[in-house]
């Protein structure tokens, strides 16, 4: 499933580092290497966008890539706000399936005193890891940084982490 994002992360910068524009035609995914370039097709208009890879998300459970405003209109997900899609990768800056940093992102809050609290919790059970706790385009969040970055630990820390609201997502930091 994909779905769009636009304001509030409009003019913002995203994990690539540029200044996200919904009118570009970029997406986010949580895993791909950044500034990669990928064919979406959507599965039931056929309507395709290449677009490059310049953020993270979408940080909900059953989405795989968030595409900008530009993008979500010219494959059709605009109006109604998700569709099945199909993701082709076209090129990418780094190998996919091994190598990269890697964290686990646990939600986002909109208070921070429940962003503070989750990091501490997660701080005790989670010696050797770095839990950082930051503002974010949508409220505070939260994300274990396994030591040395390890894709594998991050894979274990994310199988083993449960939150009552907001999800546990993998997340590529490069």
């Known amino acids: 499933m994909a779905s769009w994002y636009g304001p509030p992360y409009n003019r913002r910068r995203g994990a690539n580092g540029e200044i996200y524009d919904q009118n570009a035609m970029t997406a986010a995914h949580r895993t791909l290497p950044l500034n990669s370039m990928v064919r979406v097709t959507n599965l039931s208009t056929g309507h395709v966008a290449m677009v490059?890879?310049?953020?993270?998300?979408?940080?909900?459970?059953?989405?795989?890539?968030?595409?900008?405003?530009?993008?979500?209109?010219?494959?059709?997900?605009?109006?109604?706000?998700?569709?099945?899609?199909?993701?082709?990768?076209?090129?990418?800056?780094?190998?996919?399936?091994?190598?990269?940093?890697?964290?686990?992102?646990?939600?986002?809050?909109?208070?921070?005193?429940?962003?503070?609290?989750?990091?501490?919790?997660?701080?005790?059970?989670?010696?050797?890891?770095?839990?950082?706790?930051?503002?974010?385009?949508?409220?505070?969040?939260?994300?274990?940084?396994?030591?040395?970055?390890?894709?594998?630990?991050?894979e274990e820390v994310a199988g083993k982490t449960h939150v009552k609201e907001g999800g546990v997502f993998l997340v590529r930091l490069d």
């Open 52 to 154: 490059r890879i310049t953020d993270r998300g979408p940080f909900v459970e059953d989405r795989i890539v968030d595409l900008s405003l530009a993008a979500a209109r010219a494959v059709d997900v605009w109006q109604p706000g998700t569709a099945e899609v199909k993701l082709e990768v076209l090129s990418a800056p780094a190998p996919i399936a091994q190598g990269g940093r890697w964290c686990v992102q646990i939600g986002a809050f909109h208070r921070e005193s429940e962003a503070r609290k989750l990091k501490e919790k997660l701080q005790d059970r989670y010696e050797t890891a770095n839990v950082i706790q930051f503002t974010g385009p949508t409220g505070e969040w939260v994300r274990i940084r396994p030591e040395g970055d390890d894709k594998r630990v991050a």
